[in-house]
T-cell receptor, first 112, second 113 residues
C-alpha cells in the first residue's frame, strides 16, 4: 500500500544550526509533496509544496528537495530558532487515487 | 479574515450518542475534507467533498457521516457506530484537489465519557 514515512524520533538541535527532516515514500510516485508545520493542539499550517519535476524549492529559511530516484524529500530549516520547534508533517499526492497521504510527522526541538 | 472555523473546540460524547462537528470556510474553496488525528499516527482521511451536494468516503469513513449542502459548510457527524471516536478532528479545504495547498481549521477534540 502507499506509504509515507517520517522519522518518529524527535530531532533535537542547537539554535543556529540547520535542521534536516526526512520524508520517504513507498509503493507509488507522487506528483506533489507538501510540508506542514503543526503546533500542539493546533491545525497544521502549510509551508511549502514541491512538484515532481522540481528538484528544490526555497522560501526564506526553508528549503525542500524532491528526489524521485531515492523516493525521498528533505526539509531543511537553516539558522534554526527555538520558535521553529514544532511537529513537521510531510504529505504526498498523486497516483491513481490522487489522495493526499500524510506522514506521522517529526517533532523538532531547537535548544537555545 | 478568511479561514476555516471549527466548533466546538472540545466536545464530550456519551456512549450511544451522535455528535456533530461544525466546519465553515469563507475561502471560497470547492474542496473540503475531514481528517482524524490520533497520537503517533498520521492524519487519516474520513470524508472529502469536491463540490456541493457531493462527497466521497475516505480511508476510515465507517461510523461517520457528512453533508455538503452549502459550499461554505461541511459538518461531520460522529455516530454511535464509531466505536473509538476519541480523537482530534481536523477540517480542511482547498481550491481544488490537485496539487493545491490545504488549509486546516484549528481542530476539535472529541472525548467519549
Amino acid at each position: 500500500s502507499q506509504k509515507i514515512e517520517q522519522n518518529s524520533e524527535a530531532l533535537n538541535i542547537q539554535e543556529g544550526k540547520t535542521a534536516t527532516l526526512t520524508c520517504n515514500y513507498t509503493n507509488y510516485s507522487p506528483a506533489y509533496l507538501q510540508w506542514y508545520r503543526q503546533d500542539p493542539g493546533r491545525g497544521p499550517v502549510f509551508l511549502l509544496l514541491i512538484r515532481e519535476n522540481e528538484k528544490e524549492k526555497r522560501k526564506e529559511r526553508l528549503k525542500v528537495t524532491f528526489d524521485t530516484t531515492l523516493k525521498q524529500s528533505l526539509f531543511h530549516i537553516t539558522a534554526s530558532q527555538p520558535a521553529d520547534s514544532a511537529t513537521y508533517l510531510c504529505a504526498a499526492q498523486g497516483g491513481a487515487t490522487n489522495k493526499l497521504i500524510f506522514g506521522t510527522g517529526t517533532l523538532l526541538a531547537v535548544q537555545p | 479574515d478568511g479561514g476555516i472555523t471549527q466548533s466546538p473546540k472540545y466536545l464530550f460524547r456519551k456512549e450511544g450518542q451522535n455528535v456533530t462537528l461544525s466546519c465553515e470556510q469563507n475561502l471560497n474553496h470547492d474542496a473540503m475534507y475531514w481528517y482524524r488525528q490520533d497520537p503517533g499516527q498520521g492524519l487519516r482521511l474520513i470524508y472529502y467533498s469536491q463540490i456541493v451536494n457531493d462527497f466521497q468516503k475516505g480511508d476510515i469513513a465507517e461510523g461517520y457521516s457528512v453533508s455538503r449542502e452549502k459550499k461554505e459548510s461541511f459538518p461531520l457527524t460522529v455516530t454511535s457506530a464509531q466505536k473509538n471516536p476519541t480523537a482530534f478532528y481536523l477540517c480542511a479545504s482547498s481550491m481544488g484537489q490537485h496539487g493545491n495547498t490545504i488549509y486546516f481549521g484549528e481542530g476539535s477534540w472529541l472525548t467519549v465519557v
